[in-house]
């Protein structure tokens, strides 16, 4: 078969009316999924997004320690059962279970929270850390 040029149906390429659908749906309630794949990926970015924004927050308050690790760890996986449960209303087993759609990201998010919330400390409050190490 000979392929025409300019075709948009290579590999690995997402069309535009499919990311649009899918972003249609994340932010509709009660969206029918017939894709299990597209659900989750909405949970997968929407938690990335999320922990950039906590880890914002956090470093600006500033928050430290194991305060800050298990307020995230709460905030989060709370987002995203609230979001799953209550706005979408997913089927829970169709998903194998609520804790596959809860754990979904969750270590890669949590890799951006820290990132965020490490650079946003120490970049707003390195005065005071280098004073309490030197105390």
């Not at 449960?85 to 890669?108: C, H, L, P, R």
């Amino acid at each position: 078969m000979v392929a025409k040029s300019g075709s948009s149906d290579k590999p690995g390429k997402v069309k535009p009316s499919h990311f649009a659908s899918v972003w249609n749906r994340a932010i509709k309630p009660n969206s029918e999924w017939a894709e299990k794949d597209d659900f989750l990926d909405v949970v997968y970015w929407a938690r990335q997004v999320l922990g950039i924004l906590i880890g914002v927050v956090m470093g600006i308050i500033p928050l430290k320690g194991f305060v800050a690790l298990a307020l995230f760890a709460l905030i989060n996986c709370g987002a995203v059962y609230l979001y799953s449960t209550n706005f979408q209303s997913i089927d829970e087993e169709a998903y194998g279970g609520m804790w596959e759609v809860v754990k979904e990201g969750f270590m890669t998010s949590f890799a951006c929270f820290l990132v965020t919330w490490i650079i946003f400390y120490t970049g707003l409050h390195f005065d005071s850390v280098i004073i309490e190490k030197s105390i």
